[in-house]
């Protein structure tokens, strides 16, 4: 009961209150477009007439949220998931190149922390390097990646991929160097009295130790991948992929199919994220942590 | 005479002998080809045969260094050949040497501070140097065609030349877009998150939409700014302010609440108000999350105002430049807008930093 009272209600209520606030948003905004077309036709529109009609614009400035239902309902479960036309597939091929990047990142991000946890001359040298790296905007390379490799013959998943891993392998690597030396002195101090070896030391302390922040950067790691595939599908003249159903949206202001792959790729992401959350919260049980 | 045990100083000596026995490749008559492997054996010896100590590892730096240099010289004059063996050999020796230097001043305990703290700034701008010498090298002596990387040179060069369209486009993006919807953004995120405190029932059902919202591909907004705002630099720094709001949001909502009960009972033994207790207590207590949320959030609005230029723009902007340079193959440009937005990331990053030590000196991650 105290669930539903301290989350479910105050989250539901805040949720209607935006909806309401975007069919406001919908009338308000799409209002002049179907004054215009009345003054043209030399009629006069009624408020209500007014009202209707602002909902069912072909491409309204912001469309109403039933029209994004009706988008995604059609292009999920009306068009067979192979079409071009289908969200489905356009959603497939941007979670592949997410997924395999962000397989790469991670495991790239683990491989360097443990690398600078057990070198002090990377330590001191890469960190450094690494944590001025976050500031830098490395979105914006992007595109240049997809092109370049377009030029050399390399295209498909891989470019995309790799950008993913570009941009995910950086809060892995923070979050493992943090995790891995997260065990205390004395812990530490034990495992030495016991003359265990650098890999046992490892295997047994560090390794289980890091989980947490391991999960918690693999959280940013996957939101940040997603956002990278999209941005990896702009320039490659838009091909596939929720970033080109974007981009193909823009060109042909088509505003309800772009909400509809905002939509999806809000879904996507919040699937991926809850779904690592998950996977910490089974780790964690296995590893004994007591809720 | 003591031999150094380390494998790095023993591999990087047996690659300088062959420096000086093998042609490094074209047909170079320059005395430059003679003297840099003479260069590279003296260093290698050093490393070799004198015990570690500050004195002979400063020589060695600095020694390798004449040769990286000479070494990318070298290039410049085999226009037409490719270097040999001869010349990679001198190459990893040269690397394996930097890298003998690097790793034994990370070893070093110096005994006074200062010369500690320069010790610790040198290593990463070392690595950084090397990073970028390996680049050259290897980019121009394997030929790699410039559309695929260009080398360092290259790119100093066109940043050379282009200074009046690079700050043109810096204006527009950065000075513009950015920093206006930073501003925007963040300040409506600071003051919704007051407004979330003081109301404890859209806490409960803001929160987790916004950490939720925090998460999304917020850039996918930028089509739909583009066409709202129009092209200009408004429809970017609107999707600036929605990109910085939440994280704002989340970390200042958090920040409010990490005030500790015993200083908020004192703050009620002393009668004091609302707003008292806010600006006395709770904001002070708040700014390490705030500037959290401030460091996040200026990556953040250099990405968004960005990418949002790819769906539209005026002919001027950095992510206008990047989109019609990579489609026009001039790498060199694009990578000299990279490296502006690169250097503005980290400056404005660095400046922010210097601010929270200032505002919040009281931090134990400060104090010494």
């Known amino acids: 009961m105290n669930f539903i009272r301290n989350s479910v209600i105050p989250v539901g209520a805040v949720l209607l209150a935006i909806l309401a606030l975007w069919y406001v948003f919908a009338v308000v905004l799409n209002a002049p477009f179907e004054r215009d077309q009345a003054a043209r036709a030399n009629t006069t529109i009624s408020t209500g007439q007014l009202i209707v009609n602002t909902m069912a614009q072909e ?3 912001l469309p109403a949220p039933h029209q994004v239902a009706e988008e995604i309902r059609k292009t999920v479960f009306d068009i067979s998931p192979t079409s071009k036309r289908s969200l489905v597939y356009h959603a497939g091929v941007t979670l592949s190149s997410t997924l395999l990047g962000f397989g790469l990142g991670t495991l790239l991000g683990i491989l360097l922390a443990i690398a600078i946890v057990h070198s002090r001359t990377l330590d001191k040298s890469l960190m450094p390097w690494i944590i001025t790296s976050q500031t830098v905007p490395i979105l914006a390379i992007a595109p240049m990646i997809i092109v370049v490799l377009n030029a050399v013959n390399i295209t498909g998943l891989l470019p995309k991929a790799m950008i993913s891993t570009y941009l995910s392998f950086f809060p892995v690597a923070v979050g493992m160097v943090k995790g891995l030396r997260s065990p205390e002195i004395m812990h530490l101090d034990l495992m030495r009295t016991y003359n265990a070896s650098k890999s046992q030391v490892f295997w047994k302390l560090r390794w289980p130790a890091s989980m947490p922040y391991l999960f918690t950067s693999m959280k940013i790691a996957v939101a940040i991948s997603l ?40 879904l996507m992401a919040a699937i991926l994220v809850s779904l690592i959350g998950l996977v910490a919260t089974l780790v964690n049980r296995r590893m004994g942590v007591r809720p | 005479m003591t031999i150094s045990r380390s494998p790095l100083a023993i591999a990087a000596f047996l690659l300088a002998v062959p420096g000086l026995l093998i042609s490094s490749g074209g047909d170079v008559q320059a005395t430059l080809a003679y003297s840099t492997p003479v260069i590279l054996f003296v260093a290698a010896a050093v490393a070799l045969f004198t015990s570690v100590s500050i004195p002979s590892l400063i020589v060695v730096l600095i020694l390798v260094h004449v040769v990286a240099f000479c070494l990318i010289d070298l290039l410049g004059s085999m226009l037409t050949a490719r270097p040999d063996i001869g010349y990679w050999c001198m190459v990893a020796s040269s690397w394996l040497l930097a890298w003998f230097s690097v790793q034994n001043l990370a070893g070093l305990k110096l005994a006074s501070a200062q010369a500690q703290r320069l010790v610790n700034f040198a290593l990463p701008v070392l690595f950084g140097a090397w990073l970028l010498i390996l680049w050259e090298i290897l980019v121009r002596g394997f030929g790699v065609p410039s559309i695929l990387l260009p080398p360092p040179s290259m790119i100093a060069g066109r940043i050379a030349n282009s200074v009046p369209t690079l700050w043109v486009d810096f204006q527009q993006t950065y000075l513009k877009a950015a920093i206006a919807g930073y501003a925007i953004g963040c300040g409506s995120g600071f003051l919704a998150a007051i407004i979330v405190d003081r109301v ?43 990109m910085t709001f939440f994280p704002m949001l989340v970390n200042t909502v958090a920040g409010l609440a990490a005030s500790g009960a015993m200083e908020r009972d004192l703050m009620q033994t002393y009668g004091s108000s609302y707003g008292q207790t806010l600006l006395k207590l709770r904001l002070p207590a708040a700014m390490p999350f705030i500037f959290n949320a401030l460091k996040i959030n200026s990556t953040l609005a250099l990405i968004g105002a960005i990418v949002a230029e790819f769906f539209g723009s005026p002919i001027v902007g950095m992510g206008f430049r990047i989109s019609a340079e990579v489609g026009r193959m001039n790498v060199d440009m694009v990578w000299a807008e990279i490296f502006v937005a690169a250097l503005a990331g980290s400056l404005s990053y660095g400046l922010i930093t210097l601010i929270e030590r200032a505002v919040t000196f009281w931090h134990p991650s400060y104090r010494t």
Do not use: C, D, H
């Not at chain 1, 080109?244 to 939509?263: D, F, K, M």
């Not at chain 2, 739909?224 to 705002?229: A, E, L």
């Open chain 1, 59 to 61: 491409r309204p400035v």
């Open chain 1, 227 to 266: 956002v990278g595939a999209i941005v990896g599908e702009l320039p490659t003249g838009a091909v596939a992929g929720i970033g080109a159903r974007l981009l193909a949206g823009s060109y042909y202001g088509q505003t309800v199919q772009i909400w509809a792959a905002l939509i999806a790729a809000a």
């Open chain 2, 200 to 242: 404890p029932f859209l806490r409960r059902g803001l929160l987790p939409i916004g950490n939720l919202v925090a998460a999304l591909p917020v850039v996918g907004i930028a089509p739909i700014m583009v066409m709202w705002f129009g092209s200009y630099w408004e429809s970017k720094a609107a999707v600036v302010v929605i």
